[in-house]
C-alpha cells in the first residue's frame, strides 16, 4: 500500500510540474518537404531535455529552421536559429542563448533523437545545446555515454533517410534548405493517416 501511495505521489509531482513533464502521450511532429516525422519522448530518461524540446515547439522556436547537418550512415541534426538566416557559416553556432543539464542515459540506435552538444575541455559537464538536436540514421555505438537521448523516431524514418541523402556543401549543410516546422500534439492525432 505506501509503495502505491509512493508512486501516486511521483507521478503528481512529475505531472504537476512543467520542469518534469511527464505526459507520454504528447509526440512532435517535425514537418519537413519530405513528410512529417513523428518522435516520442523518453521523459522518464530525460525529463529536462523533453520539457525544454517541448517548450521550444510550443514557442514556434524551431519553424523555419532547418536541418543544417547531413552526414549519410551517421545522422541529420537541426535546430539552429542561424539557419533561417542566409550566411550558411553561421549555420551549427546558434541557440537560444543556454545550455540543458546532461541526462546520459540512453543508447544511440537508430532513429533515436538526442542533443547536440559543444565537446571537450570547453564542457566537461557534457552540457546539451538548448534547442540543436539530431535524429540518428543507423545504431552509432559510439556516441554512447556522451549525448542525451530524449526521443525516438515512430513514425518517419523515410523522410529522415530522404534529408539525410540530399546533396550537400562542404560543411555537410543541404545545397538546398531543409526547413522544419515543428509542434507537440498527442500520439493518436500524430499517427492519423
Known sequence: MMWMVGVAAAAF??????????DTDQ????????????????DNDAPK???NFKKLANDKFYDGTTFHRV?????????DPN??????????T?????????????QHKRGTVATARTGGPMNPQKRS??????????????????YTVFGNVISGMDAVDKI??????????????????????????ALKK
Open 13 to 22: 509531482l512529475l505531472k504537476g510540474t512543467n520542469v518534469m513533464a511527464a
Open 27 to 42: 509526440v512532435a511532429v517535425v514537418e519537413t518537404k519530405f513528410g512529417k516525422i513523428v518522435i516520442e519522448f523518453y
Open 49 to 51: 531535455t523533453v520539457a
Open 71 to 79: 552526414i549519410p550512415g551517421f545522422m541529420i541534426q537541426g535546430g
Open 83 to 92: 539557419s533561417k538566416g542566409s550566411d550558411r557559416s553561421t549555420h551549427g
Open 94 to 106: 546558434g541557440g537560444p542563448g543556454y545550455t540543458v543539464e546532461a541526462e546520459i542515459k540512453m
Open 129 to 146: 545545446s538548448g534547442s540543436q538536436f539530431f535524429i540518428n540514421v543507423k545504431d552509432n555505438n559510439f556516441l554512447n555515454g556522451d
Open 164 to 189: 539525410v541523402a540530399v546533396p550537400r556543401d562542404g560543411n555537410d549543410n543541404p545545397n538546398d534548405k531543409v526547413e522544419m516546422k515543428v509542434s507537440i500534439t498527442t500520439r493518436a492525432e
